[in-house]
């Protein structure tokens, strides 16, 4: 079974498009919340270095997947894709792989896959040209499996994805809130009415409608509201880490 109309199309998914999808995905958790991937991990250093050569200071896709296309190549890169596409589909030939030296796996993983395409079904193969393998082929059944069921796949990846980073981050809160970015961060517009409300009907408790950090008195038409604990750090916006604060400060 195909998903594809073109019975004959190969689903190819190159190893630079993986490494790309990759690392524009692990950006946002390390460059704005400075989330671990785990000490032998190389993906922070990498990220680090693109972000500082092309002076990316806030998320967007597009900017940070041109700077890593830009680098794809960089031996540092393509060592990430090195066991991982390998190690994965092996479990589909344990009995072949079993006792193999670690060095051989690869190689033999890469020639199980297609010799035993059709009869053992591995979520893919790999695509070679010249020496090296370049890409993985989509199985055409797995394929069908994953569209079906593309939304059940998302939510157990990300679950798993939650997982391994609260495990890596544990003196980090609300991980959860960290790995994708949220481009409708809150206005505050509610909190900030119910927090002027507030001011305006107890005006006679002046001793607590003061800056805490300016010791200015704050007036219902002009206070803004802060994170006391920085939102990079708890990334919520709940009323208790909010406090009223004198505006001109808060800008700065």
Request: glycine fraction near 4%; charge should be negative; proline fraction near 6%.
């Amino acid at each position: 079974m195909r998903y594809h109309e073109n019975e004959d199309a190969d689903i190819l998914i190159s190893f630079d498009k993986l490494l790309e999808d990759m690392l524009v995905l692990a950006w946002y958790p390390h460059n704005r919340f400075r989330l671990s991937f785990g000490a032998r991990d190389q993906v922070g250093s990498i990220l680090d270095r693109i972000s500082g050569e092309n002076q990316l200071g806030t998320f967007d896709d597009r900017q940070v997947g041109k700077a890593v296309r830009a680098r794809i190549t960089d031996p540092d890169i393509q060592d990430l894709c090195r066991y991982v596409p390998y190690r994965l589909i092996r479990p589909f030939f344990q009995d072949e792989c079993k006792g193999l030296p670690d060095g051989r796996v690869n190689s033999k993983v890469t020639e199980l896959a297609h010799d035993m395409f059709d009869e053992r079904s591995p979520l893919y193969s790999f695509a070679r040209e010249g020496s090296g393998d370049v890409g993985i082929l989509l199985h055409p059944e797995w394929l069908l499996y994953l569209y079906e069921n593309h939304g059940i796949v998302k939510r157990w990846v990300l679950w798993e994805w939650l997982e391994y980073m609260q495990t890596q981050n544990p003196a980090v809160p609300n991980i959860a809130a960290k790995l994708l970015p949220d481009h409708r961060r809150n206005p505050l517009t509610t909190e900030r009415k119910l927090f002027a409300d507030v001011l305006q009907h107890f005006p006679f408790h002046r001793t607590l409608w003061r800056c805490i950090y300016t010791g200015e008195n704050l007036e219902v038409a002009d206070f803004a509201l802060d994170h006391f604990l920085p939102w990079a750090f708890v990334a919520h916006d709940r009323l208790w880490n909010l406090v009223p604060a004198y505006p001109e400060l808060n800008s700065r």
